[in-house]
């Protein structure tokens, strides 16, 4: 049973440009959540789905940043016009419900 | 969501007991204390969770006091591996849309030495 997957492990992208990380969930596991974790600093929430819907977005900045879950496929956080304060590192977890998380390895992204 | 405080930084003599506390004063009664870790960049890794009642894993142990307002991670050999940050957060496990996201603190630093 593979891990929570993330992709790419890094992300270099210009400003301006569009970052799209993906993110699948463990076998089994409807609920997806992606946490950002700028350098020197702790994980902070953006956003919790569950298949095709969004449960709590209380965390994701107002303007550029969007995230889905769909029926079929990954989960993908989508960065339009990136900025360099962007550069982070994003986190995928996943669960199952009612249980605690599993997190993926990550997504770097610099933006140059 | 209920918070938690930790220590920004602890140290530790490689082989003796690492004990990293936490603070949930505001914990509700149907939250349970989350143990993570986070090892140099890479993804946070689960050590433990618990209730109420103290639990033991072949990582860990989590002692939690009576009222349930602090609890205490306990790596009982500690080794240079387990330098690393370490959360520890509350949450709902359950259903529904309270069982949900958790707020990930700074957390402690543990830093161990040989």
């Known amino acids: 049973n593979a891990g929570v997957m993330q992709n790419p492990r890094h992300l270099v992208r210009r400003r301006g440009q569009e970052a799209r990380l993906r993110c699948s969930p463990m076998k089994g596991h409807s609920h997806v959540y992606w946490y950002r974790q700028l350098p020197e600093e702790g994980l902070k929430f953006m956003v919790y789905l569950q298949k095709e819907n969004i449960i709590d977005e209380s965390g994701m900045p107002k303007e550029r940043f969007s995230a889905e879950f769909p029926k079929e496929g990954p989960s993908i956080l989508r960065i339009q016009q990136v900025v360099r304060g962007d550069s982070a590192a994003y986190f995928c977890a996943s669960s199952p419900e009612g249980d605690g998380y599993t997190f993926g390895s990550g997504t770097r992204l610099t933006v140059v | 969501d209920a918070k938690t405080t930790q220590p920004p930084s602890m140290d530790c003599a490689e082989g003796r007991a690492a004990n990293l506390p936490c603070n949930h004063s505001t914990i509700s009664g149907n939250e349970y204390v989350y143990w993570y870790r986070q090892i140099h960049s890479q993804g946070p890794q689960y050590i433990i969770h618990?209730?109420?009642n103290n639990e033991t894993n072949e990582m860990a142990s989590l002692i939690i006091t009576e009222d349930r307002k602090s609890s205490t991670l306990i790596l009982p050999h500690a080794t240079l591996r387990d330098t690393a940050v370490y959360y520890c957060i509350v949450r709902v496990v359950g259903w529904g849309t309270n069982a949900g996201k958790s707020t990930f603190g700074d957390g402690t630093t543990l830093t161990v030495k040989p």
């Open positions: 618990g209730l109420k």
